[in-house]
């Protein structure tokens, strides 16, 4: 893995046109407002990384860990997270319409208020996550772990499930207007 030392030098390379920092360790790298669409960091450490309000659109962070990172408000409309760890990351208010995070882990992440239309959550384990007021409107849920997540006040309608998907016992997604596969 290579390493960059700071955004400064992050943001002169990204506007200089590179794109590709895959395999590149950011650790608490600060990226705050910063506008990287389209920016590759596949298996990229940004563990406790600051994009606070970043626009990442059509970005790749497949397998990449993103654990403890501040990801508020951030545009990650398109985005690719497939297999991403996002333990315990703060993603209130972020946007992830149409966004793919397949079997990525989402534990104890806190996604209040998070936009997750249409996204591909397909066997992510969302186990102690925050989802007050998160809008899963069409959000494919196939397999997800919800066991522990917080669904108080969550969005689930047309949400799709089947029955791999796991739910704390006692909760019905047919009485949320969740939709069921096979």
Known sequence: MTSIGNGAELLERYAAGERDFSHTTLGAINLKEANLQGINLQHADLEHANLLDSDLMAANFSNANLSQASLQKTDLTQATLEGATLYKADMRQAKLHGTKLRGADLRCVNLSSADLRDADLRDVNLGGADLLHTSF???????????GADLFQVHLQDAYFDEKTQFDPGFDPVLLKMQRLG
């Open 137 to 147: 409107y069409r959000a494919n849920l196939v397999g997800a772990d919800l066991r």
